[in-house]
Structure formats: C-alpha cells, structure tokens
C-alpha cells in the first residue's frame, strides 16, 4: 500500500482556517486560490470543513476559532460549578459543628 502523503496534515487545516476561503453561507464558501474556471462557472464551492494541499493558514481566522473554543470551554465549567453540591457548615444547638449538603438553585 502507498505511503499517505498527507499524514502531516492537522484537523486545523481546513478551509475555515484557509486565508483563501470566503464564507457565503452557513457552512458554504469560495476558494479564491486560483482564478476562476471560466469553463467552470466561477470560484469552486467548498465546505469549511473541506481541505486541499494549497492551504495556507489565516492567522485571524485561527485566533477567531480559538476565542470561540476558550468560550465554550469557560461556559461549561461555570455550569459545572454551577451544578456542584454545596456544602455549608452552621453552629447547630450547643455549638456543635453540623454539615449539611444540598444543591444551590
């Protein structure tokens, strides 16, 4: 069998993070790369989750993506947090130490 010849290429290098790809729609876009076909009907349609070997990274795009990740990651610990049990410590009758455990809401 055939050595892969893209086992170097990372999940980060897709045409989202591609200087080369303009965004449309949704999860649709143009890679501007080379000119357009004129046999073709104009600038290839991509998905951002598509690759080539002419990718070259948009530092911007790469910076967006990851602001969004630390987001979501910093949202989910805070509902993490959220969730936790609480514990608190109260000076039952004659001063004894009680525990109790419940959930904050």
């Known amino acids: 069998m055939a050595e892969d010849n893209w086992r170097h290429r990372t999940p980060m290098m897709t045409c989202d993070t591609c200087m080369y790809f303009v965004v449309k729609t949704g999860d649709l876009g143009r890679c501007r790369r080379h000119a357009p076909h004129s046999s073709g009907g104009g600038w290839p349609a991509m998905f ?23 987001a979501d990651v910093a949202a989910t610990v ?7 049990p609480r514990t608190s410590v109260d000076r039952g009758r004659g001063g004894d130490i009680v525990t109790t455990r419940g959930r904050k809401r």
């Open 78 to 84: 805070q509902r993490a947090a959220r969730d936790l």
């Open 48 to 70: 951002k989750f598509d690759w080539c070997g002419d990718h070259k990274l948009d530092a911007d795009r790469l910076a967006e993506r990851n602001k969004a990740a630390q």
